[in-house]
């Protein structure tokens, strides 16, 4: 399995997380070339409460955020607009954790009028393309990073979110 996933607020039960995420990240993974089962993702599924904590604690803003990532190491691309170098095989598999919050996942999809599933799917494909160097603080970078996502969603069979 791709990812380990720690589920703090139970309430991510009902969500069929472990499926989701999963899905999601290999489907990821797939789409540029990596092959899933070289690689490791740890996840964190927890409330609102706690990923304020660590929106705080790593990015010194302390107000809930739907997902954070910490890549296992610096993966961006020098040139905007350019794709980041893959990870490479075989130095460690891990790519970095993601953690994901409940309420602010929910809160999020009513307000857009989408599944929670759908959603999710589409918070963890963005927050696997942050670990794998993907960025979108630089326009060129967001532009190529969104039409990642939207591509990554058509095969899981997700509408455009944008």
């Known amino acids: 399995m791709l990812t380990e996933i720690m589920i703090e607020d139970e309430r991510w039960q009902d969500v069929g997380l472990t499926a989701l995420v999963e899905s999601a990240a290999v489907t990821t993974l797939i789409h540029l070339g990596l092959d899933p089962s070289d690689w490791a993702i740890g996840m964190l ?5 706690r990923i304020a904590a660590l929106n705080n ?10 997902v954070l990532s910490w890549p296992s190491e ?3 691309a020098e040139t905007p607009g350019m794709r980041p170098d893959p990870p490479v095989l075989g130095i460690d598999p891990d790519l970095g954790d993601v953690a994901i919050a409940y309420e602010t996942c929910k809160r999020e999809a009513e307000a857009a009028g989408k599944s929670m599933d759908d959603h999710v799917s589409h918070l963890v494909v963005h927050a696997v393309l942050h670990l794998l160097g993907y960025d979108h603080v630089r326009d060129q970078d967001a532009t190529m990073m969104e039409a990642t996502e939207i591509a990554i969603l058509g095969k899981l069979g997700i509408s455009d979110p944008y």
């Open 45 to 49: 599924a927890c409330d609102d409460a």
């Open 74 to 76: 610096a993966r961006g």
């Open 57 to 66: 604690d790593f990015r010194d803003t302390p107000t809930p955020t739907n």
